[in-house]
């Protein structure tokens, strides 16, 4: 049995018979009226000049929001453009005597309208009636004409009443006419504003409500021409149209077109993604695309598998390339940063939708900036190149150098890169110190001010750096997220002529993040509207993220290895784990040199002071302090650094004991 659709939607329907074609002239199709009232007609003012000249009488609505994503701004914009059209053209005088004869009213609307164009015409001597419906290019007549398209028309009494009560319903209620003082030849900003419909309508009727305009189809066949405008510039080599307008393609040229198009499109996307790669994910249309290759949301399953057994397979190999009490937290850890990269095309939206309809600190949540730290020659860089790859299916994308953490060149790259994490490799201390403040406080600003059509989709940046960078200020840790890594690949692993590493990475496609995407979205979406609605919202995308992905991997039958597990906000922003340099920077000085510490019981109080006679790598007592956390209550006395001795028992996993007299005398 078929199924049957259900009537809660409705929609009028005009019954007609059909008589026969004609090809007929406009001229005739207008003459023999004397009258014509019509609405959603377009500003060809060399057709409704032609038009004018018929008529005694004539009433138009000009506009059709339609074709504009309609807001209360885009109808004052249209109204002011009318004007404008209006007053520049060289009819304009005919125009104006025919309003002051009392032929011509003008009427500006401030609704959506259907599409369609309607002319309503009537002979007032004779009593004939006509109505013509013709599509948005009714106006380009003759001139652009397609013979093909058929105009419809009635010339009943029945369709003259039924449409002109359309158009007395659109005119009272949806439109106000341009009076008299707006007839006067203006440029001017101020008498513009002063001659706006929507401004007279508002002071005659304070309490008109303007009606809400949801996405029309209009509105997507608008995406779909700018979606094929950015297909088109592929195509190059294209023959040229002649004076006629017209183009032909001969034989000889089909595999010229061909070849040239494809070298076109792989030397432009082999720029991008080496440069200036770009990734755009639009949540809101449920689509992505790679330097405008389009991802597939609805993966092969058998591809995504192997995406996702490759991924296994290069996490075991540190199995064998590190000490083994460091493989589970190694792993752990970097589960955690494919997660955030993963999330990370989402940041630029997610924090400019926080801003915009919050005045919270909410924004400091998903911060953009992520710092990869620990010991040299641990797979850093090549771990992040496979993130790199699973997201893009491209390895033509590589690390910054270090020379690029600088002011002037990250705002450069946040201009320049869309989506896809800035990987800028082997961070410094000394660059860190002297640039960090700058870069991560002020991310937004260059893009707010050069580029505000990217807010949406500016790149997050992942730093990597050695242990020598050993201390992080707390203004500076609540405005990244960091990850640490304590382990080194052992030599044997290093030397190997062929790395299984790169063979991996060459492997790897973005099936699997195609199917992340997929499957976070919705999540993305729900969260933005939440926070639009609200102001706030409890989804944790941290969470969202690890889920979504440890899903993927059930879904493709594969057994869940155990440091994958659910991540929270906690996770990524705990004290620990955002201290952890300064977590072993102290353990490792309470082991090796105890006579550093001095513990006060009685006040609660731990001292620490650095004794050692070498300056090199030695941090100041101001920047320790500035990078504890504020538990601690550190402060600075001299060369002292003093701190709440419980809260340190705790963040420090360490039981800091009072010494002895002959502990102190040997410095034990």
Partial sequence: MAHRKTKQHTVNVVKAQFCAPENISYLDLFEGFNELYTINIATNIDFLANLLELFTKVEIIFGNLALVPS????????????????????????????????????????????????????N???????????????????????????????????????????????????????????????????????????????????????????????????????????????????????????????????????RKTLENIQVR?????????????????????????????????????????????????????????????????????????????????????????????????????????????????????????????????????????????IDSLLCDIKGLPILIDDITQTQFTNNSGNIIKQEERIIRETKPENLNYYSAILLTANKDLNSLKNELTKRMVVFHVNASWNNEFTRQQKSPCSELIQKMRNNFYSEYLAKIIPHINLYLSQINDLGSSSIDLYNISSEVIISIFKECGLDIPSYMRPLTMKDYFDSRAVNEIMIKFFQRQYRLNRDFFEVNKKNNQLIFEDKSLSSVGKMTPMRIAESLPPELEADVVGDKVIMRLDSATKFFSTEFKEQGLLNKLFGR
């Fill in 71 to 122: 807001t209360l701004e885009n109808t004052f914009a249209m109204q002011r453009n009318t004007l404008q059209e209006l007053y520049k053209t060289e009819h304009y005088t005919n125009f104006k005597e025919k309003y002051a004869q009392g032929n011509l009213n003008i009427y500006l609307a401030d609704a959506p309208l259907y599409p369609e164009k309607l002319f309503c015409l009537k």
């Fill in 124 to 258: 007032t001597q004779t009593g004939a009636t006509r109505v013509i419906l013709g599509s948005n290019n009714l106006d380009q007549l003759p001139a652009n004409s397609d013979r093909n398209q058929a105009l419809v028309y009635f010339d009943d009494e029945n369709a003259f009443n039924y449409y002109m009560n359309i158009y007395n319903d659109f005119k009272q209620n949806n439109s106000e006419i341009v009076n008299e003082n707006a007839w006067e030849i203006t440029y001017e900003d101020t008498q513009m504003l002063e001659n706006l419909s929507i401004l007279h309508k508002a002071k005659q009727d304070s309490e008109h409500i303007y009606p809400a305009v949801s996405k029309t189809t209009i509105v997507k066949t608008a995406e779909y021409i700018s979606d094929i405008e950015r297909l088109a510039k592929d195509f190059v080599d294209i023959p040229k149209a002649d004076r006629k307008g017209q183009a032909k393609i001969t034989n000889d040229k089909i595999d010229t077109i061909k």
């Fill in 269 to 409: 996307r082999a720029k991008f993604e080496k440069f200036m790669p770009q990734l755009v994910i639009e949540p809101e249309r449920n689509r992505a695309f790679y330097n405008e290759r389009e991802f597939n949301f609805h993966p092969y399953r058998g591809d995504v598998k192997r995406d996702a057994e490759t991924y296994l397979q290069y996490m075991e190999g540190f199995n064998t390339a590190v000490p083994a009490k460091n493989i589970e937290p190694l792993k752990f850890e970097y589960f955690k940063l494919m997660s955030w990269c993963f999330l990370s095309p989402f940041l630029a939206r997610v924090r400019t939708t926080i801003r915009e309809a919050t005045v919270t600190d909410e924004v400091f949540t998903y911060p953009i900036v992520a710092l990869l730290c620990g010991q040299s020659n641990a797979g850093k860089t090549i771990y992040a190149s496979l993130l790199m790859k699973m997201m893009t299916d491209s390895a033509l994308y590589k690390a910054f150098g270090q020379n690029n953490f600088t002011k002037t060149r």
